[in-house]
């Protein structure tokens, strides 16, 4: 069983920083591809960004690009969301999640979840 907790979130300005992390317990970060999603208040689930179990490439949503990154923490066994110039329309639950990731923008190719930490980014 994959057990997934993801801290770093909180209350944040317009335009600043804040780095989300996602702790993996079990083989998950060994054995899945590892992703990102994010709802806000009435809409739907979102993919944010991913990388793959395989050479540890990256994608993201053409919303974050250029402004969050994923990196890999293999001693730590996590996965870090680095997220700057944050915007208002950012604020949302964000859940890190484990498995297949094919494809790596769909909910439904991730196996394992954790229980999200709240983003809040004030205009």
């Known amino acids: 069983q994959e057990e997934l907790v993801e801290s770093g979130g909180g209350l944040v300005r317009a335009g600043d920083s804040l780095t989300l992390s996602c702790a993996a317990s079990?083989?998950?970060?060994?054995?899945?591809?590892m992703a990102w999603f994010r709802q806000a208040p009435g809409k739907e689930r979102e993919f944010v960004g991913g990388?793959?179990?395989?050479?540890?490439?990256?994608f993201y949503a053409d919303s974050v690009k250029g402004r969050f990154t994923i990196q890999r923490d293999d001693e730590q066994k996590a996965i870090h969301l680095l997220m700057n110039s944050l915007k208002p329309e950012g604020t949302a639950i964000y859940s890190c999640?484990?498995?297949?990731?094919?494809?790596?923008?769909?909910?439904?190719?991730?196996?394992?979840w954790g229980q999200g930490t709240q983003v809040t980014v004030s205009s």
């Open positions: 079990g083989g998950a970060l060994s054995t899945s591809a």
């Open positions: 990388i793959t179990r395989i050479g540890s490439f990256t």
């Open positions: 999640a484990a498995g297949t990731g094919v494809p790596m923008t769909a909910p439904t190719s991730f196996t394992y």
